[in-house]
């Protein structure tokens, strides 16, 4: 039986057994668990592979850098390597926005596929470049295609999830990438040890990107075949099950319909206060990531003294120490219902890591300083990214606003790649004390928020607010 097709061409009807806009709760717990199971297993996997490929590929420069890509290219003169890092970050926080604007109108598997695709012929087209010029070039190409990937990812995610079950499937999704990227070094080591002819190629840091970019190429042509649709284009469930996965989302937004917003709508949907605050968090979140990502391997190898292939291996536990603890943390802030306090806790042993990097001696002692410092800066990203959809009302919204955000991180990308200087190793006092400064603007710009969407729930209970975020019954989820 055909379904009669809207009359706004902006508008796919998301709940084709309701016929008016009361939310229908006509299924079991059981029913319920077995459809978020069965969402799960086809949103998370290919997700998870995608983006921890992207995250290798974005973060393989410090590796290549220090397997001889320096000296080849010359990226010690001057800030040629800093701004080998920045170039990539203009491109990504140009196309983040339109990116998601696209995403919902083409279908996830088949952009998605298409910027996996993309952007693993730029890591390719790195090995084989000549001059750090053309090292540049590639970078701000590979932001390009890399800037839909994450908020895609955000908005498929939010699209099938209420707000209490998000932290903990975001900062899995999250980290279970980070742990597919925490094995970037161990990687690029191996692949650096390769050695073709006497020639270009001869030089293991070439093949680092061209291995990479290769895995990246093969994963793109499967995309399509494993990655999940958006709920109106989903073809693994039957009705019944459809009926439970709209009507389960829609107790938390109350959206009838999927619409896709015109530019004029988005442009409306951005001009709010709080997108500006959420923004200013997820830039303090990135800064601070890519700072660890792009320079830790740098610290361990000269600041810490650490040999190459030690400061290669040693990159990875602390990364994998972040996994696991970022996991818990996510699964109790969903358990508690409440994000501000885990979120301002990590941010502090955030700071608490990189004040046992820059003043204890002992070099064991400033490597412990690197996990605690890599779990309370690693794991407030996925949090950041849980806390706006939660205090987003409406499906379209939370695609803009995921994309917006995102795209905040871009240019914190751009802070984290210059703060820490080359003229400023090997302790990088600079840049490490600005990524502390900034964790204490994160505690308080979290907490004011998370103070504010407290008040407003409660006024709202006692009915005299109505309508938070525009939508009857919604509640912020701080």
Same mark, same amino acid.
């Given at each position: 039986?055909?379904?009669?097709?809207?009359?706004?061409?902006?508008?796919?009807?998301?709940?084709?057994?309701?016929?008016?806009?009361?939310?229908?709760?006509?299924?079991?717990?059981?029913?319920?668990?077995?459809?978020?199971?069965?969402?799960?297993?086809?949103?998370?996997?290919?997700?998870?592979?995608?983006?921890?490929?992207?995250?290798?590929?974005?973060?393989?420069?410090?590796? =290549?850098?220090?397997?001889?890509?320096?000296?080849?290219?010359?990226?010690?003169?001057?800030?040629?390597? &800093?701004?080998?890092?920045?170039?990539?970050?203009? %491109?990504?926080?140009?196309?983040?926005?339109?990116?998601?604007?696209?995403?919902?109108?083409?279908?996830?598997?088949?952009?998605?596929?298409?910027?996996?695709?993309?952007?693993?012929?730029?890591?390719?087209?790195?090995?084989?470049?000549?001059?750090?010029?053309?090292?540049?070039?590639?970078?701000?190409?590979?932001?390009?295609?890399?800037?839909?990937?994450?908020?895609?990812? *955000?908005?498929?995610?939010? &699209?099938?999830?209420?707000?209490?079950?998000?932290?903990? $499937?975001?900062?899995?999704?999250?980290?279970?990438?980070?742990?597919? +990227?925490?094995?970037?070094?161990?990687?690029?080591?191996?692949?650096?040890? *390769?050695?073709?002819?006497?020639?270009?190629?001869?030089?293991?840091?070439?093949?680092?990107?061209?291995?990479?970019?290769?895995?990246?190429?093969?994963?793109?042509?499967?995309?399509?075949?494993?990655?999940?649709?958006?709920?109106?284009?989903?073809?693994?469930?039957?009705?019944?099950?459809?009926?439970?996965?709209?009507?389960?989302?829609?107790?938390?937004?109350?959206?009838?319909?999927?619409?896709?917003?015109?530019?004029?709508?988005? !442009?409306?949907?951005?001009?709010?206060?709080?997108?500006?605050?959420?923004?200013?968090?997820?830039?303090?979140?990135?800064?601070?990531?890519?700072?660890?990502?792009?320079?830790?391997?740098?610290?361990?190898?000269?600041?810490?003294?650490?040999?190459?292939?030690? =400061?290669?291996?040693? %990159?990875?536990?602390?990364?994998?120490?972040?996994?696991?603890?970022?996991?818990?943390?996510?699964?109790?802030?969903?358990?508690?219902?409440?994000?501000?306090?885990?979120?301002?806790?990590?941010?502090?042993?955030?700071?608490?890591?990189?004040?046992?990097?820059?003043?204890?001696?002992?070099?064991?002692?400033?490597?412990?300083?690197?996990?605690?410092?890599?779990?309370?800066?690693? +794991?407030?990203?996925?949090?950041? !990214?849980?806390?706006?959809?939660?205090?987003?009302? $409406?499906?379209?919204?939370?695609?803009?606003?995921? =994309?917006?955000?995102?795209?905040?991180?871009?240019?914190?990308?751009?802070?984290?790649?210059?703060?820490? $200087?080359?003229?400023?190793?090997?302790?990088?006092?600079?840049?490490?004390?600005?990524?502390?400064?900034?964790?204490?603007?994160?505690?308080?710009?979290?907490? =004011?928020?998370?103070?504010?969407?407290?008040?407003?729930?409660?006024?709202?209970?006692?009915?005299?607010?109505?309508?938070?975020?525009?939508?009857?019954?919604? $509640?912020?989820?701080?």
């Amino acid at each position: 039986m055909e379904k009669e097709q809207p009359l706004d061409p902006h508008v796919e009807d998301l709940s084709p057994k309701v016929s008016d806009n009361a939310v229908v709760h006509d299924w079991t717990p059981e029913e319920e668990t077995a459809v978020k199971r069965k969402v799960d297993l086809r949103v998370f996997p290919m997700l998870c592979i995608i983006f921890g490929l992207s995250l290798l590929d974005r973060a393989n420069m410090p590796f =290549a850098y220090i397997a001889g890509m320096e000296e080849d290219l010359q990226l010690g003169v001057g800030a040629r390597y &800093s701004i080998t890092l920045l170039v990539f970050f203009p %491109s990504y926080w140009l196309f983040e926005i339109p990116s998601n604007w696209l995403v919902r109108r083409i279908g996830s598997r088949l952009w998605m596929s298409f910027l996996v695709i993309a952007w693993g012929l730029s890591v390719l087209g790195m090995g084989f470049v000549r001059n750090w010029n053309s090292l540049a070039a590639c970078r701000a190409i590979l932001g390009i295609f890399e800037a839909g990937l994450l908020p895609g990812g *955000i908005f498929i995610v939010s &699209s099938w999830y209420r707000p209490y079950e998000m932290a903990k $499937r975001i900062s899995g999704f999250w980290m279970t990438s980070q742990l597919c +990227s925490a094995f970037g070094p161990i990687l690029a080591y191996g692949l650096s040890l *390769i050695e073709v002819g006497d020639g270009m190629y001869a030089r293991g840091w070439r093949w680092i990107f061209i291995v990479e970019g290769l895995i990246t190429i093969v994963a793109g042509i499967a995309t399509p075949f494993f990655l999940i649709e958006f709920p109106e284009r989903a073809r693994f469930l039957n009705d019944r099950q459809k009926h439970i996965a709209f009507e389960r989302v829609r107790l938390a937004s109350d959206d009838k319909e999927i619409k896709h917003p015109t530019v004029k709508e988005t !442009l409306v949907m951005l001009w709010d206060w709080k997108l500006a605050l959420y923004s200013l968090q997820y830039f303090i979140a990135a800064s601070s990531i890519y700072s660890l990502a792009y320079f830790a391997p740098i610290i361990l190898r000269q600041g810490l003294h650490f040999s190459y292939v030690r =400061a290669q291996l040693l %990159s990875t536990p602390p990364t994998v120490f972040s996994v696991i603890c970022s996991i818990i943390a996510a699964w109790v802030s969903d358990k508690i219902k409440l994000r501000w306090p885990i979120m301002c806790f990590q941010a502090l042993l955030a700071i608490a890591g990189l004040l046992i990097i820059l003043y204890t001696g002992p070099p064991a002692v400033r490597y412990f300083g690197l996990f605690v410092a890599s779990y309370g800066i690693q +794991s407030n990203v996925p949090s950041v !990214l849980s806390y706006v959809p939660n205090q987003t009302g $409406r499906l379209e919204k939370k695609g803009v606003a995921s =994309a917006a955000v995102i795209s905040a991180g871009a240019i914190g990308g751009i802070c984290g790649s210059t703060v820490f $200087r080359s003229q400023d190793s090997p302790e990088y006092f600079p840049g490490m004390w600005t990524t502390i400064g900034l964790q204490f603007v994160f505690i308080a710009i979290t907490f =004011a928020l998370s103070m504010y969407f407290r008040r407003m729930n409660r006024l709202a209970d006692e009915g005299k607010v109505r309508n938070l975020e525009g939508v009857d019954g919604f $509640r912020y989820a701080p």
